[in-house]
């Protein structure tokens, strides 16, 4: 069965600062990642697809197949990106059923 | 454009009791997916459903169910109400195809 592991459930880091927010998952095929972001009092939403390998508010992510994972980096943390950060994965191809990982709270401090 | 729209946003029921949480999806957007949060259990998927059609189920037992109206819109329905049932349920529509979920505020269900 599917699934996605992240193993931190907070990290902390200094304003300035990289970021590394881990996300491993196993399937055997070829599956679609995505990490979704929650700030304070907002919604659940997307920050970044890894087809289309762009980079959303500084942050990118690389799907690298060899060891099923797919870390989301930032070179420089803001105040701004404290916020709760989810991998998901999608095998079905519709993007509507996700297997989400427990999620990383991200917490930047002066 | 108007976003997910789910209600309602907070309800308290008691063991036993049945419960139906509506979704209004984005406008234009015929796939209208649900989603349990908990504290232990993260983000797990209950279903989905596209042009009034249960396209992916997740492995809830049978006391979760839902439907979709030629509208969009969704409902989903507990029924005899457990404990273990208190959550976040959570709303997210998409036009039907790989791409964004856009997500509701949740309705927040506390059973008793």
């Known amino acids: 069965a599917q699934r996605v592991t992240q193993p931190e459930k907070l990290l902390s880091v200094f304003k300035g600062a990289p970021v590394e927010l881990k996300c491993n998952y196993s399937?055997?095929?070829?599956?679609?990642l995505f990490w979704y972001v929650q700030y304070s009092r907002q919604r659940l939403q997307l920050l970044l697809r890894?087809?289309s390998r762009e980079s959303i508010k500084g942050f990118t992510a690389d799907l690298n197949k060899g060891e099923t994972s797919f870390h989301l980096k930032k070179p420089f943390a803001q105040e701004e990106d404290s916020a709760m950060y989810y991998c998901?994965?999608?095998?079905?191809?519709?993007?509507?059923?996700?297997?989400f990982g427990t999620g990383t709270r991200l917490q930047v401090t002066l | 454009k108007a976003g997910v729209t789910q209600t309602p946003r907070y309800l308290i029921k008691t063991r036993g009791q049945q419960v139906t949480l509506s979704c209004s999806p984005i406008s234009g957007h015929r796939s209208v997916s649900w989603y349990q949060q908990t504290p232990g259990q993260g983000l797990q998927f209950l279903f989905e459903?596209?042009?009034?059609?249960?396209?992916n189920k997740g492995n809830f037992p049978g006391r979760f169910s839902g439907r979709q109206f030629s509208n969009s819109r969704s409902e989903m329905n507990v029924s005899t109400l457990e404990l273990g049932d208190s959550a976040l349920y959570l709303c997210a529509s998409t036009a039907g195809g790989p791409g964004e979920l856009f997500f509701g505020e949740g309705s927040r269900l506390t059973v008793l």
């Open positions: 998901a994965l999608d095998y079905t191809g519709t993007a509507s059923k996700l297997t």
């Open positions: 459903y596209f042009s009034e059609t249960q396209r």
């Open positions: 890894h087809i």
């Open positions: 399937y055997s095929g070829s599956p679609e």
